[in-house]
């Protein structure tokens, strides 16, 4: 039985986090970002074509002696975001960490979209979602999560990202020194393929939880904290010069005073996202005006629980019991 640790480091701004991981023999390292909001492992590779390549670490298969061609499977993805990539596919051996899984699917990308190759720190993302999800075509894979987790001390990872600061994702144990208090469990809804789960309600500052169920998932790659329109308008009419700027796409209002807290529930727990992390980033260079890390969901059909919320928190993703947990730190 194993569990296993690897550090994962945030961009500017919390952007997104990255993870170094290790494919083939000889390893070849590089960093990835890992989504909890989908189930694809894809890296850049070396048959995608030069132009689209800028600075990526790629994954070459014919230098690995243990990677073998997965004939005639392809794979094809598109994010909320709207960026994409697709490739074909190897069998070779992933090592996160401490822990290896020797025929991990390795999705070898031939196009990624521009908002790919105009991020040079990423070189591709590890899907933390569940297998139903993958797209490898015409038989689809399982995530490293999913092949690893019969090798794991209990089938769960942690997550503990924090604000710019390096954070660490857990395999196979909740370490008791990286959280606080209780952890509140809530039951994990996997039909859409995602660690989705329902909040009770929410509240603005220091008010009393209001009851308004929010759907959501909690996704390690999305950055913000995506809400209902309502609920977005009842937090950001209480911030002090707020706005909805279409230009920006989201609301934005001046980065001090810092805005209040935004409290979700979780079971009979509840999460507070502290106001300078909803502060999430100026739009002007004299620092003026900040862009909010609470957005509207509109239009996904649920909400998504990103790093904006998940930073605030040590979060079990609890495979087994299929649910996820969530503690102070
Ligand atoms: C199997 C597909 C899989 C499930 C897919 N899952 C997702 O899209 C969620 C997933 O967590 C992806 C993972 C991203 C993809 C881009 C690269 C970074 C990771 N998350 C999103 O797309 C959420 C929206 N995007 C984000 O949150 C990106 C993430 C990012 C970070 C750094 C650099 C580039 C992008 N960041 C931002 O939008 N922001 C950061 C910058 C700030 N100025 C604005 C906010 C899906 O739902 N696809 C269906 C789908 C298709 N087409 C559309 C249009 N929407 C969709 N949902």
């Known amino acids: 039985r194993q569990t296993g ?13 990255l993870t170094p991981i290790s494919i083939g023999t000889p390893p070849q390292d590089l960093i990835v970002d890992f989504d909890t909001g989908s189930s694809d492992l894809w890296v850049f590779s070396t048959e995608m074509a030069a132009k689209d390549i800028k600075g990526q670490a790629v994954y070459d298969p014919n230098n690995s002696s243990t990677s073998e061609k997965l004939q005639g499977s392809t794979w094809q993805i598109t994010y909320g975001d709207g960026s994409s990539s697709s490739g074909d596919v190897y069998l070779d051996t992933v090592t996160i960490g401490n822990l290896t899984v020797p025929n991990q699917a390795v999705e070898a990308a031939k196009k990624v979209s521009d908002e790919f190759t105009d991020d040079p720190n990423n070189d591709g993302l590890l899907g933390l979602g569940f297998s139903s999800i993958n797209t490898v075509q015409p038989t689809p894979q399982n995530t490293f999560f999913d092949n690893v987790k019969k090798n794991l001390d209990t089938p769960l990872f ?9 954070g660490s994702y857990n395999f196979g144990y909740i370490d008791p020194a990286a959280y606080i208090g209780n952890i509140s469990w809530t039951p994990v809804d996997n039909s859409q393929g995602f660690w989705g789960f329902t909040s009770p309600g929410y509240a603005v500052g220091t008010e009393t939880l209001r009851n308004h169920s929010i759907s959501g998932i909690a ?12 609920i977005v308008k009842a937090y950001y009419s209480e911030v002090q010069g707020a706005q909805y700027d279409s230009s920006q796409g989201g609301y934005v209002f001046p980065c001090s005073p ?18 300078d992390m909803v502060l999430y980033a100026p739009i002007d260079s004299a620092n003026q005006n900040c862009f909010g890390g609470i957005q509207s969901d509109t239009g996904i059909g649920f909400s998504i629980f990103g790093d904006v919320a998940l930073k605030t928190s040590f979060v079990v993703f609890d495979a087994g019991g299929l649910q996820l947990g969530w503690a102070a730190k």
């Open 258 to 275: 810092t805005p209040p807290d935004f409290v979700f529930g979780v079971n009979n727990g509840i999460v507070t996202v502290p106001g």
């Open 5 to 17: 640790t690897v550090e994962t480091d945030a961009e500017k701004h919390d952007v997104e986090y």
């Open 158 to 166: 942690t997550t503990d990202l924090k604000h710019g600061a390096p």
């Open 219 to 230: 996704d390690t790659g999305t950055t913000l904290l995506l809400l209902p329109k309502s």
